[in-house]
């Protein structure tokens, strides 16, 4: 069942034009991520969603209540300093008929509600920012640029939580330029560049869509011919007695069967990444 359908939204900020033309449906109960560059577009396309900007044309349908049953996690996320961790899970636990227990929270969380906002790092106050968009209960969660700024264990412990609330049946609406964090996550992926909508693919799909081949490289002095009529093999690159070969998954084993034994140095095999693909879909990296 399709929760979020957007249609050819288009938003203008004056002159300035932030979203061109973006369509994507986002499945219940799936992890849907939007991907691009800083100023693709990919937060101003998120808060239209949530209801929080008006699209200046195109339609969005959201199959839930946007005030009772979306929960959403902007990029910055800022309390007053003494506000204690349990007063402001009990301050948003009162916007909302049917919220969740602020305590549960808070546990799931890892959270102290002693703490003042101000004393929290970097890593708590966007455990915060997760609890705060839960505590309604909500089918539908926005998460945007989640993990920005977090070391490597915070980000890991960040995508077990996440990992988590989608068991929950909760649907999650992530924006992230994190291709690790996209391949952890996500079930589809939307590529979002300069305000356009290029591809909605699994993060496998977008891969095999780039290129998707694995690629085998090794030394050798001896002949590679044998190699170029396998069926296995897309093309060979000989540099001296560099050897880049070019082929399906089965590309490795075809290599090491067919070259006599000690005839390979200095193996090592590479396969299409989805920083590869975001690079060849959009023409520049995501960061």
């Given amino acids: 069942m399709e929760i979020i359908t957007v249609e050819n939204l288009h938003k203008r900020y004056g002159d300035k034009v932030a979203i061109t033309d973006v369509s994507f449906a986002v499945e219940e109960g799936e992890i849907f991520g939007i991907v691009g560059r800083n100023g693709a577009g990919k937060t101003t396309t998120v808060e239209c969603v949530a209801g929080l900007r008006t699209p200046t044309s195109g339609t969005i349908n959201v199959v839930a209540d946007l005030k009772q049953q979306v ?60 609890a705060l968009a839960l505590i309604g209960n909500p089918r539908i969660a926005i998460l945007d640029e989640l993990t ?32 690790e964090e996209v391949e952890r996550l996500c079930d589809r992926v939307a590529v979002i560049s300069e305000g356009r909508a290029l591809a909605v693919d699994t993060p ?9 081949s694995d690629r085998v490289i090794f030394r050798t002095t001896g002949s590679v ?25 089965n590309v490795l084993h075809a290599v090491v069967a067919a070259l006599p034994a000690g005839r390979i140095a200095d193996l090592r095999t590479e396969r299409t990444t989805l920083d590869d693909a975001f690079l060849i879909l959009t023409g520049h990296s995501a960061v």
Avoid at 83 to 98: H, I, P, Q, T, W
Avoid at 149 to 171: F, S
Avoid at 204 to 212: K, S, T, V
């Fill in 71 to 130: 929960g959403v996690q902007l990029q910055d996320c800022s309390l007053p300093d003494k506000l204690r961790v349990g007063e402001a899970l009990s301050l948003y636990a009162s916007f909302y008929a049917n919220p969740a227990s602020p305590a549960d929270l808070l546990a799931e969380v890892g959270l102290d509600p002693r703490v003042p906002f101000a004393k929290l790092s970097g890593g708590q106050r966007q455990r915060l920012s997760i």
């Fill in 148 to 179: 920005t700024g977090l070391d490597p264990m915070a980000r890991r412990e960040t995508w077990d939580l996440i990992e988590r609330i989608k068991e929950r049946g909760v649907t999650v609406l992530l924006v992230t330029h994190f291709m």
């Fill in 204 to 212: 496998a799909g977008l891969i095999a869509r780039a290129d998707g």
């Fill in 225 to 249: 011919e044998p190699l170029k009529s396998l069926p296995e093999v897309a093309s060979v690159v000989i540099e001296g007695d560099r050897v880049t070969v070019t082929g399906n998954a």
